[in-house]
């Protein structure tokens, strides 16, 4: 995250060890949720810039990743031929 008004890096949120293929704000601008070709579906604090939980039910690369618009699941979609829906934190 950086401030797009003097491009001063904020945080460089890391733990997926392949491409990431996207990224969603949560509703309430807390979390980020991040989804990759690791197989993996990672959430951050946004603010924090720590990670705190990672999905890890795909068996292939999750191509997207998803919050609802209460905010209380995440939808992700994976090369696995699979669309999971879950409990967001």
Excluded: C, E
Excluded at 13 to 19: A, E, L, P, S, V
Excluded at 27 to 42: E, G, K, L
């Amino acid at each position: 995250m950086w401030y797009p008004t003097n491009g001063t890096l904020l945080f460089a949120y890391k733990g997926h060890t392949d491409i990431v293929w996207t990224v969603a704000w949560s509703n309430d601008n807390q979390r980020i949720a991040s989804a990759s070709q690791d197989i993996t579906v990672q959430i951050w604090d946004a603010m924090a810039g720590t990670n705190v939980f990672v999905y890890k039910h795909h068996t292939a690369k999750v191509w997207t990743a998803h919050w609802s618009p209460d905010g209380k699941r995440i939808v992700s979609a994976s090369s696995d031929r699979t669309v999971q829906v879950w409990q967001a934190l």
